[in-house]
């Protein structure tokens, strides 16, 4: 048995990882796994960065901060597997979220009309508003900027973004420290039981394809460990399966909720696995299709063109300047060509290519694989615009100034 650490933390996408442990798909590939449970993203980084753990349940943003250098100590990263599509969504507190919509299953079904409600709201509110993010290179952080953006609102002018673990949000909420939040589940839907938020926003709605969580390693662990490597991911995408199995639903919320992982009540993991999400506290649960992805529809496929649209993002937001040198950077630490050596030889059905145009299907689409036709979800923007991974610049240029 070889044994590998991964660090985590108490978020329902770490699925994955617990359901690879706990059900033996690890041990079945001869890995001993072990998790650890941290309480920051900072803490999985590090633990990451300075060989503590060889794996990690991680941001996708942070995993290529990290590799360009722009979080703490610059250790070149890669990404073989995406853990999670999507799972995260935008909480309120009932204040600010009354300036909006009175029908909160219309403020999610509608994200461009919530976007301009929340941006004059934003200006009438009683002080500048204060929105929790999970890590400034998270991507609840970047989508929340899009999002935001599209309706005249600069996060870095017009909202305080203010950086706390997930598990701390909805305790900042109550107390009157945030006024909303955007983070992975269960935290939103624990917000929404104690009364003390309401969700207003979904991750799926801003970008239905939205990359989240990724399996991170050290570049220099992953070349000098390939096969150890293999079998981990080979265990990570038979988990993964399982988890996205509706058949499966309720025992998964039973091992997530154990103390040792995300240490919450089975009731407010289930939202999230039924992608059926109750939005304020006493309202009926509202359908949500595609919340979160465990597996279907290559969903732990590592696009580079995803890689490069957070590198577009951070580019936008002056938070590194662009250089060919920094995008390149960016596309290779999801490396597609990991997933498919792992996966290939088991006849695993995978993309031919390794980017697409992100945001230009509106439906279920068929592409070329390896061994057949894969079918596609959609992955629209809200707004409507495609990302060209071949023409970032022209992109960016499209945003206004």
């Known amino acids: 048995m070889t044994p590998i650490a991964a660090a985590f933390l108490p978020l329902t996408d770490a699925a994955p990882l617990i359901a690879a442990r706990e059900l033996g798909f690890a041990r079945d590939e001869g890995v001993d ?14 633990r990451l960065i300075y060989k503590q753990v060889q794996a990690a349940h991680m941001l996708a943003p942070l995993a290529v901060a990290v590799s360009l250098g722009l979080s703490q100590h610059r250790a070149a990263l890669v990404a073989p ?3 999670s599509v999507n799972g995260n969504a935008l909480t309120l507190a009932p204040d600010l979220a009354a300036a909006l919509d009175p029908n909160p299953a219309a403020r999610v079904a509608d994200p461009v009309a919530c976007a301009h409600d929340l941006a004059a ?3 009438l509110h009683r002080r500048k508003p204060v929105i929790g993010v999970v890590h400034r290179f998270s991507s609840h952080a970047l ?3 899009y999002w935001l953006g599209f309706a005249g609102v600069d996060a870095d002018r017009d909202v305080n973004l203010r950086v706390l673990s997930p ?7 109550r107390g009157g420290e945030i006024d909303g ?3 992975g589940e269960p935290w939103n839907s624990v917000a929404v039981a104690q009364g003390v938020g309401e969700i207003v926003a979904l991750g799926a709605g801003i970008w239905a394809r939205g990359v989240e969580k990724v399996l991170a ?3 220099d662990w992953a070349e000098a460990h390939p096969d150890p490597l293999d079998r981990l991911l080979r ?3 038979r988990a993964a399966a399982w988890c996205d199995d509706a058949v499966n639903r309720d025992a998964l919320a039973t091992l997530l909720s154990r103390p040792d992982y995300i240490d919450q009540p089975v009731e407010h993991l289930l939202p999230a696995l039924s992608e059926r999400m109750t939005l304020v506290d006493g309202g009926t649960s509202t359908s949500a299709p595609d919340f979160l992805l465990f597996h279907r529809q290559a969903a732990n496929f590592p696009w580079r063109s995803q890689a490069l649209w957070i590198y577009s993002q951070m580019v936008r937001w002056h938070m590194i300047p662009p250089s060919a040198q920094a995008e390149r950077a960016a596309a290779d630490v999801f490396r597609s060509d990991l997933y498919r050596r792992a996966l290939g030889a088991g006849g695993a059905v995978m993309p031919g290519a390794s980017m697409k145009l992100e945001g230009s299907l509106a439906a279920p689409h068929g592409v070329g694989s390896r061994d057949g036709r894969l079918m596609l979800g959609p992955d629209l923007f809200f707004d409507g615009r495609v990302f060209d991974p071949s023409a970032i610049s022209e992109y960016l240029a499209g945003f206004a100034p």
């Open 235 to 237: 265990a990570l995408d």
């Open 167 to 173: 598990s701390l949000m909805v305790e900042a909420l």
């Open 121 to 123: 709201a934003i200006g």
């Open 143 to 145: 989508i929340l900027r």
């Open 217 to 219: 390693c050290r570049a």
């Open 33 to 46: 796994l072990s998790l650890v449970r941290e309480s920051s993203w900072a803490s999985v980084r590090d």
């Open 81 to 83: 597997f995406v853990l």
């Open 181 to 183: 939040f955007i983070a």
